[in-house]
Every structure is written in C-alpha cells, then in structure tokens.
C-alpha cells in the first residue's frame, strides 16, 4: 500500500511523524504554506519560512524515503494586511524555480474580507504570471460556502484553467459546486472543523472519484498525520475496492500533482 | 454528480452493523449536551444564536428528507453577500451564523 498525503503542514510536526508516515505507506508529500499558529513580524520571517520548506523538509523527509514538495503565498489569515501582503509576494517570485514548488499555495480567504480579496486576486495574477498551478484554501464553519464561491469567482475571472487549481476543505454543501465547475476538490481529515474519514467515504461515494482526493492537513493543532492511512481503512472496511481507494489517496493526487514537471515519485 | 442512491457497497444491515455502536453514543451525548444546558443558568433573555442554529439543525435530522448533512452545513453556513473591508477586530469563526435579528436576514 502506498498513499500520497498532499496537504500536510510537515514543519509543525515531529520527525517520527515522518517515520510513522512512512511505515504507513506514505510516499510524498506536499506542504502548502500558511499560518504558524502567530503573525510574523516582517517579510523576511517568511523568507526564512520559504527557506525551510524548500531546502530543510525535503532533507527530513527523504530519510524515511518520502518525497517533500511545496507550494508557496501569504496565507489568507496574514494577508488582510495589503501593505505586508504585497511585500511578502514580492520575495516569492525568487524561490518559484526551486526544484521542489509546484505552484502558489494555499491562497484563499479567511473571513472574507475585501482585503483579503485582493490579496488573492493579486497572488492569482503571480500564479497567472509564472504558470503555476494554485492549491487554494477555503474558510472555516460558517465562512466557508461564501469564501468558497468567491474563490472560486476570483479564479475563474483569470485565466487559469479550472483544472490546474486545487480547491481543499471541502465537505458536503461545497463539495459539488466546486467539482461542478471544473476545479479539483480536496478533502481534508482534520477534527471538529472538517471531515471525517467517514464522511469523506460519504462524499466519495455520493459524487464519485474524479478530480477528488483526500489529506490530512496535519498541522500545529490537534490533528493526525495518519488521517489519510485511517480513511484508507474505513473505505475498505466498508467494502470499497482496493481500485477505489488507491484512487483517491495515491492515483488522483499523483494525476494532478504531476501537471507540475517537477512532480516525480521516482529519480 | 452520480446517482447517491444505494451508492454505498455496504447494505443497510450491515452499515447498522457496522456504525450503530458509535452513533448510538454520539446520540446520548447529544440528548446529554442538551440536558446540560437545561441545568445551566440563562446569560441574559435573548437565545445564543449558536443554540437556535442548532436546534433548526436538530429538526433536519428527523424530517425524512436526505442530504441532511449538506442541508445542516447549509443552515450553519453565513449567506450574507456583505463583505467587510478588514479582518481587525473580528473573532473567529463560531460555527453558525450570527444573524443581528431573526427579521432582518444575516448581518
């Protein structure tokens, strides 16, 4: 068994995390960049940020043979500042050719601020600019059907191809605009706040398995970074095929990964 | 979207089977939450608009009618069209949306 988990905030956790992943089948990773629990100070805290996903996680997950990717923004709970924003945006353009970014990511909105819309139209531009794909975040409990659809408003007022974005977090009342309108869904495994691994089983088999995937969005608060392996395990146990779940945690996120050249699982 | 209908590849006895243990539990904590707040002292006469959201959602459980996951999401959802300008000063997100009145739609 073999699994890609392609939401996963990897600096907040410890290496034996990466070993556990590891022996759960994990094989890569991706880590979109967000909010560290505080807000940095200045700009260069998020180029020393950068610098760590790009150059120290890949080295700590390689040990346990699992390959580290990254995505790159201001997170939309930092970017209600424009002035900060756009000074952080202007470093990222230097780090985009790193041999382990994919894109821009997770961009998005938090309280569905005007000030946060334009933040996200300005990193839908760079991401327009450099020809990257996008791993967008929505908002949390209440704020997320609204957040959702003007992200999804935003995007497609660019010319960005619906298929090239990533729209995560998911659940039952965004799941099937979202898929509707050409993006990729992302279902994320977290406590309290998101879904369940029976849920997502739930959503799998109410809208089916394209352009859908599953992770755990482990992170610095009360999460698991063995979500993905557990919602494995609850499709089977409900009697979904091994076809099915491979699907959803390792073909889908590879098949949508790998429109990023720099994407590979082998040397 | 594909047919939701008998979509799932366990049957219903044994999704029982399989899920009843935990549901039942997750029920009486539920009936247990509700007895708790019945025990505690009132804040005030107007009701939390978290506990009014709620117990709409309650309903939607026991109205024979399907998707009630995605309808209960959409009641506690936030369908205002406004959009402040900043996030300064405002709290989190609280899980249901806090309407300004019951008349006058969401703020």
Sequence with gaps: ????????????????????????????????????????SSAQGFFDYYRQLTEYEPKRAAQFGIRHFTWLCINPKEADDPGFAREVISIIPDFLERETVLGI???????????????????????????????????????????TRL?????????????????????????????????WAGMTLYP???????????????????????????????SDPLAVPKARLEMARRGHSAETIDTVTFGNPQCFLSQCEKFRLED | ??????????????????????????????????????????VGDDADFRDTAFRDAIAILTDGQSQRARRILDLLSDHSTAMPQSADGMKGALGAPHRVSTEGGAA
Excluded at chain 1, 152 to 168: K, N, Q, T, W, Y
Excluded at chain 1, 204 to 213: A, F, N, S
């Design chain 1, 1 to 40: 068994m073999r699994y890609i988990d392609p939401h996963i905030h990897m600096v907040s956790r410890t290496t034996d995390d990466y070993q556990r992943m590891a022996q759960a089948g994990c094989v890569a990773v991706t880590e979109p960049a967000f909010w560290a629990g505080f807000d940095r």
């Design chain 1, 105 to 147: 990511g997770e961009i998005g909105l938090n309280k569905n601020t005007r000030n946060e819309l334009i933040i996200l139209e300005e990193q839908i531009a760079l991401a327009e600019k450099y020809n990257q794909m996008v791993l967008v975040h929505t908002p949390h409990l209440e704020d997320k059907l609204k957040g």
């Design chain 1, 151 to 183: 992200i999804m408003d935003a995007i497609s007022a660019s010319s960005i191809e619906p298929g090239r974005v990533l729209i995560d977090h998911v659940e039952e009342h965004t799941v099937g605009e979202v898929l509707d309108r050409g993006f």
């Design chain 1, 192 to 222: 309290d706040t998101k879904c369940t691994p029976e849920r997502a089983a739930d959503i799998i088999e109410m809208y089916g398995t394209e352009r859908l995937w599953m992770n755990s969005a482990g992170d610095w608060g009360c």
């Design chain 2, 1 to 42: 979207m594909s047919d939701p209908i008998f979509s799932c590849p366990q049957n219903r006895e044994e999704v029982i089977n399989t899920y009843f243990m935990e549901h039942r539990a997750k029920l009486i904590d539920l009936a247990a939450y509700l007895d708790r707040l019945d025990r505690a002292r009132p």
